[in-house]
């Protein structure tokens, strides 16, 4: 099926032939739908703290002195912010009158009621914007500010008495708030970005690390990667044989947010906050998301000190009341249940894991992937954050279970990332193979399969230790359409 220019093809990516062929057993075989047990909810998975615990963990928090790293996703192109401008631009280009384009485009005519809210607007008029349609074409192109190519992170989002922000710059006072080192004042930051986005990211820091080092009291310390061509998967024809392009050369397809593991796997961090780059608010609204992010972080490292004295004790006794401790905390903090006669063996391998506590929302809308209770094949379980789309839709009793769930998860995580003595995980070596996603795409007319890597969130950290902890919805503010620009969220009203 691999042909001998194949192989050379796949030596110049980095991706070995075992990989490929493995992917290539995944879309004959697909990938198995995870056995649920339970929705997580508070007292059943997740934590809801209480003010005096809330008080505890950030002081926690903020006697810790260790190394932060704040970690952001802020990788591809803000094209479906902006899906119904595209589609109100197209009806223009083709004649239909603004009045024909508001009543099929609801979207759109919101969106030019309120162009002047937008922190963009001041940017936008310096364009040829006399018609609705080249309002449109000095926005969306490269003639103008091409926001409908250039990544979130750059983008003017908020408006302020005398200035404007991008989410990159919201997540520098974000990072000078709670992920600065209290004696040195060194904040790290790490953005994964587009190899095609690197320069507009290395403009924006130039132009701002100074006045905001000055302004927070804060040395940044900001590095970018991107996603590595060897995670890229391969894509397959409907019968599962290798797609090929024109020239005949197999087909690499980014590997989804899964791949950000290689990323994440070479930061050398004790703490890492993650958190997608559109998830911001303006400062005026930042402070409840400051606290929560210091909680959540107490609860984190009350968690990991615990593991390690459980390690090193479980090292030097048999005692059977401390291992039944150690099991109490698994039920009890962890949601982990053992099979009976649990071996000491087994509870090393589970505690000496990486760990993340990760931030759920109450669920305001239709239910959906999110914290779910899991058995395991080694007999146990475990606590994971699930997409939809690996839940078996034809399983009546798993579809109530997904119905029933509570919260969500906004990609709200802190991580530890050492072992006990203070080495570096192998973050690889927890990421659960088996959960990976396939999809549809087309290219010139021609249709075909993708696969995606384990979610970084999902099963890229099956095999860690997971807490979850409610917080409020106020700390969750994405924006998925230009529109959400205009919630109160991240206005300065």
């Known amino acids: ?71 952001v996703p802020a ?26 384009v508001n009543n099929k485009n609801s979207a759109a005519k919101y969106f030019f009621e309120n162009l002047t809210k937008f922190a963009f607007y001041d940017e936008l008029i310096k364009h040829k914007t006399s018609s609705n349609l080249e309002i449109l074409e000095s926005l969306l192109t490269p003639q103008g500010l091409n926001y409908g190519n250039r990544p979130k992170g750059v983008l003017l989002f908020h408006k302020y008495k005398n200035f404007e922000r991008t ?42 690390i100074e006045l905001y080092g000055k302004k927070y009291a804060t040395d940044y310390k900001i590095n970018f990667s991107t ?15 290798p797609f090929r392009t024109d020239n005949d050369a197999l087909l690499f397809y980014p590997a989804g947010h899964g791949a950000l593991l290689e990323n994440l796997n070479e930061i050398d961090s004790d703490i890492v906050f993650i958190k997608n780059v559109d998830n911001v608010v303006p400062e005026t609204k930042l402070a409840e998301t400051v606290r929560w992010k210091k909680i959540i972080a107490g609860v984190l490292i009350d968690c990991k000190e615990k593991i390690a004295d459980y390690i090193k004790c479980l090292q030097t006794t048999d005692d059977a009341e401390k291992i039944n401790e150690i099991i109490r905390f698994f039920c009890e903090k962890l949601c982990v249940d053992f099979p009976e006669n649990v071996s000491k ?26 914290p779910f209770l899991i058995n395991e094949n080694d007999g146990t379980t475990s606590l994971q954050i699930l997409e939809s789309s690996q839940i078996n839709k034809n399983d009546k009793n798993a579809m109530e279970i997904l119905a029933s769930s509570t919260h969500f998860n906004p990609v709200d995580l802190v991580c530890w990332v050492k072992n006990y003595k203070g080495e570096k995980f192998n973050l690889i070596d927890f990421r659960d193979n088996l959960t990976g996603f396939i999809s549809e795409k087309s290219r010139v007319g021609k249709e075909f399969k993708v696969q995606e890597l384990p979610g970084l969130w999902n099963g890229a950290m099956s095999n860690w230790n997971t807490i979850f902890v409610e917080v409020p919805v106020v700390t969750f503010n994405p924006v998925k359409t230009v529109n959400d620009l205009l919630r109160e969220q991240h206005t300065n009203n």
């Open 345 to 370: 063996e087994l509870l090393l391998a589970k505690l000496n894991r990486p760990v993340r506590v990760c931030g759920m929302v109450k669920n305001e809308g239709e239910p959906g992937g999110g």
């Open 167 to 208: 989410p990159f710059e919201e997540h520098l006072v974000e990072a000078a708030s709670y992920a600065k080192a209290n004696e040195t004042k060194v904040a790290n930051l790490h953005f994964t970005v587009s190899t095609e986005h690197v320069v507009l990211f290395d403009e924006l820091l130039y132009k701002n």
């Open 1 to 71: 099926m691999l042909r001998e220019k194949d192989l050379q093809q796949l030596d110049e990516i980095g991706i070995s032939k075992a990989t490929v062929e493995e992917q290539l057993m995944r879309f004959e075989n697909g990938f198995p739908f995870l056995k649920i047990k339970s929705a997580a909810s508070v007292g059943k998975g997740i934590l809801r703290l209480s003010s005096d615990e809330q008080k505890k963990f950030e002081t926690i928090y903020e006697k810790f002195d260790g190394c932060k790293m704040k970690f």
């Open 227 to 241: 996603q590595k061509k060897s995670t890229d998967t391969i894509a397959a024809n409907k019968d599962n044989t």
């Open 75 to 100: 990788s591809g192109a803000a094209s479906r912010m902006f899906k119904s401008l595209f589609e109100a631009k197209e009806m223009l280009e083709t004649g239909a009158n603004i009045d024909e």
